[in-house]
């Protein structure tokens, strides 16, 4: 089955760190540009971060730039998101997501991984 | 940055009627348009990319249409599985910035 299948949720303080992984199976990894996608409880939708094939281009939202660190393990078909110096505002559900090549649409999303950040 | 609006933001409706909601963009992106139809607890799924490109799977119901700033995505008749939130994401760009969602219920 194609699916992406997060880990790595959790409950962590304020200036703390935690790391996402989304592991891909059914298809190769390494053919696809990759994304990081959240949802504050209630919220909308927001683009995180996103990495190339290679994992050599990464570009991140403002609000996590100098934080947060995309990345990747093409040989174990896996994303990682690294998240450094936490804040409240960092709660939510990260979704990584698979961009599809030409138009570039987001055609595989995970399940999702709930991020708390808590004292 | 690409700033995307969508109206309206919620909209209460009825099975089997036809519902139109707009999606607008802060400079012209062609028609790098996406739509997602989200239900609550669930990832967001695609429906239409391209603006107009029907996802495989995805009933033909739906349809989308539009380019450079403003876009729109219709539902010919509405089915009770269609109560969701609605985004649109542009693709021109990184950021690949998402319009703030239109939650659609029964009226």
């Known amino acids: 089955e194609v699916q992406l299948v997060e880990s790595g949720e959790g409950l962590v303080q304020p200036g703390g760190s935690l790391r996402l992984s989304c592991a891909a199976s059914?298809?190769?990894?390494?053919?696809?540009?990759m994304h990081w996608v959240r949802q504050a409880p209630g919220k909308g939708l927001m683009w995180v971060s996103r990495?190339?094939?290679?994992?050599?281009?990464?570009t991140y939202a403002g609000s996590v730039t100098g934080r947060f660190t995309i990345s990747r393990d093409n040989a174990k078909n896996t994303l990682y998101l690294q998240m450094n110096s936490l804040r409240a505002e960092d709660t939510a559900i990260y979704y990584c997501?698979?961009?599809?090549?030409?138009?570039?649409?987001?055609?595989?999303w995970g399940r999702g991984s709930l991020v708390t950040v808590s004292s | 940055d690409i700033q995307m609006t969508q109206s309206p933001s919620s909209l209460s409706a009825s099975v089997g009627d036809r519902v139109t909601i707009t999606c607008r963009a802060s400079q012209t992106i062609s028609t790098y348009l996406n739509w997602y139809q989200q239900k609550p607890g669930k990832a967001p799924n695609l429906l239409i990319y391209?603006?107009?490109s029907l996802q495989f799977g995805v009933p033909s119901r739906f349809s989308g249409s539009g380019s450079g700033t403003d876009f729109t995505l219709t539902i010919s008749s509405l089915q009770a599985e269609d109560f969701a939130t609605y985004y649109c994401?542009?693709?021109?760009?990184?950021?690949?910035?998402f319009g703030p969602g239109t939650k659609l219920d029964i009226k």
């Open positions: 391209g603006a107009s």
């Open positions: 997501a698979r961009e599809s090549p030409g138009d570039r649409y987001f055609d595989l």
């Open positions: 994401q542009q693709s021109y760009t990184t950021p690949r910035t």
């Open positions: 059914g298809f190769t990894l390494r053919t696809y540009w």
């Open positions: 990495i190339s094939t290679d994992g050599i281009d990464t």
